[in-house]
């Protein structure tokens, strides 16, 4: 059975730091695609960051600079820094595991919620 545990959200101030956790298990990590995602209020889900199982990373335009993917196979756990928080960042932000070599292999998690306010 195939998890994905997010973790490491919360309220942070203009200008704040947060680090969120994805910790896999269920699959083999290593070969994974993993990305992050968030839905803010009234938004559609969109991709911020995603990283393949080489550990080749992409960005959101509206993140560059100030997050970061990275990746622990040893620990199966994905990972996004975030520095220089925004109040457009404010939003769920969702873990993905994915495997264009296995059909159907999509999965998310339940989301992790981070404010960004005074």
């Known amino acids: 059975q195939v998890t994905l545990v997010e973790s490491g959200g919360g309220l942070a101030q203009p200008g704040g730091s947060l680090r969120l956790s994805c910790r896999a298990s269920?699959?083999?990590?290593?070969?994974?695609?993993m990305s992050w995602a968030r839905q803010g209020p009234g938004n559609q889900r969109e991709m911020v960051a995603f990283i393949t199982r080489g550990a080749r990373t992409k960005y959101a335009d509206s993140v560059k600079g100030r997050f970061t993917i990275s990746r622990d196979n040893a620990k199966n756990t994905v990972y996004l820094q975030m520095n220089n928080l925004k109040p457009e960042d404010t939003a769920v932000y969702y873990c993905n595991a994915a495997n264009e070599l296995i059909q159907g292999f999509d999965y998310w998690g339940q989301g992790t919620q981070v404010t960004v306010s005074e």
């Open positions: 269920g699959f083999t990590f290593s070969s994974a695609d």
